[in-house]
């Protein structure tokens, strides 16, 4: 069984239109999201084996409260270019890459990449609102067979 957790970044502020897109903040309210959020999966014991984010500013910012609530170490967390500005495809290559190691992955990126992946992956429509988290089961041993293989269970999206 392979768990993968899709997370879309909390809220990040447009105050300055002066900075890159990458270099976007979370509000204050993001961040309490983010926060927030770990605390819920903390609840259900959630622990993942890594955690692979966007280098932008909010998504590692979203990525970094939520192992922490999790306990798990920030220094940890995997930053990859082909979460930011990629497209659903990319993301998958991500997954498939992993090594068979890891039972329970987390990644944390952007819409709509994941909102497509999760309707490539489900079948299912799905808008993933700042802070959404979608969690999906594989009945596989390898992560490359993600994608190829029967999701064995959506868990409905927490936001």
């Not at 920030?74 to 659903?88: C, F, P």
């Not at 497509?116 to 594989?138: D, H």
Request: net charge positive.
């Amino acid at each position: 069984m392979k768990v993968l957790f899709l997370v879309r970044h909390a809220q990040s502020s447009w105050d300055d239109v002066q900075l890159a897109d990458k270099d976007r903040p979370l509000t204050d309210k993001g961040k309490n999201d983010a926060a927030k959020m770990g605390k819920r999966l903390a609840e259900r014991d959630v622990a993942v084996e890594m955690i692979l984010s966007s280098p932008a500013k909010r998504t590692l910012a979203t990525a970094r409260a939520i192992a922490k609530r999790l306990g798990f170490k920030r220094k940890h967390i995997v930053q990859d270019d082909r979460l930011y500005a990629g497209q659903a495809d990319d993301l998958l290559q991500v997954i498939q890459e992993l090594g068979g190691k890891q039972k329970c992955v987390m990644l944390v990126g952007h819409n709509p990449e994941l909102s497509e992946l999760v309707k490539r992956l489900s079948g299912k429509g799905s808008n993933m609102p700042t802070c959404a988290v979608a969690e999906l089961r594989f009945d596989t041993k390898s992560w490359s067979k993600i994608g190829k293989s029967k999701l064995e269970k959506l868990v409905s999206n927490y936001s």
